[in-house]
């Protein structure tokens, strides 16, 4: 049972373009939600994330969007870049602390 | 500061054999866990560690064991590998466990096939 369920599994947009990427959970313990980014060859790092007592938080050109009552939330990448090309994770913290992982989008910027 | 390093980078193994993928942090970090990766299904816990000395399962912990004999080093062990176990496996550490959500950093990985 996938408890965080991630969309679109690929995308592709042109450069300057917006990327979105959104998930979907059940599990309303969660109070955590960050997103990663994985190049290819390296582990995920750490990107962005937001509690569930904030709708939006923007760090540069990521903004994730929060909807508690949907509990929804999605990564915005405006004007993407061919460098923003990776795999892309959303993930959710439970209560024993764990993370609950998306299964990840492979993201292609096209110049 | 290294971080989280992990070796070997690659390996490959036939069914029954065992071997150990190591990880070691120089972060001084008192929480470490070992993932894998599968394609199509995000990464999953194996086991995790909240300190020396204390370790425990995570989502998929069959057919591999750890220990946390020191701070540094927390290494995992396939004991019989089998071609179910091919995957990529990642090691993580994060300051302390309520943290780890957003101080977690990740090893480059280890890719493992089994024949």
């Known amino acids: 049972q996938q408890q965080v369920k991630q969309s679109p599994q690929s995308l592709i947009v042109q450069k300057g373009g917006i990327s979105i990427i959104n998930c979907a959970y059940e599990n309303t313990a969660f109070d955590y939600f960050p997103w990663y980014q994985q190049f290819p060859g390296k582990g995920p790092a750490l990107l962005i994330a937001i509690r569930p007592d904030v709708s939006e938080k923007k760090e540069g050109r990521f903004t994730i969007s929060f909807n508690k009552s949907a509990k929804q939330f999605s990564l915005h990448i405006m004007d993407s870049q061919p460098g923003d090309s990776a795999t892309y994770f959303c993930a959710a913290v439970d209560s024993n602390y764990q993370l609950i992982w998306g299964a990840g989008t492979k993201l292609i910027i096209k110049p | 500061n290294a971080g989280v390093t992990q070796t070997p980078k690659f390996q490959v193994l036939k069914t029954g054999q065992s071997m150990t993928l190591q990880c070691a942090q120089d972060m001084n970090h008192e929480y470490m866990s070992w993932y894998r990766q599968d394609p199509g299904m995000g990464l999953r816990l194996i086991h995790y560690s909240v300190g020396a000395g204390i370790t425990d399962q995570g989502e998929v912990p069959n057919g591999y064991n750890v220990s946390r004999s020191t701070t540094e080093d927390f290494p995992l062990r396939l004991l019989s590998a089998a071609p179910s176990q091919t995957s990529v496996y990642f090691c993580?550490?994060?300051?302390?466990?309520?943290?780890?959500?957003?101080?977690?950093?990740f090893g480059p990985g280890t890719r493992l096939t089994v024949l």
């Open positions: 993580a550490s994060s300051y302390d466990s309520s943290g780890m959500a957003d101080t977690q950093y």
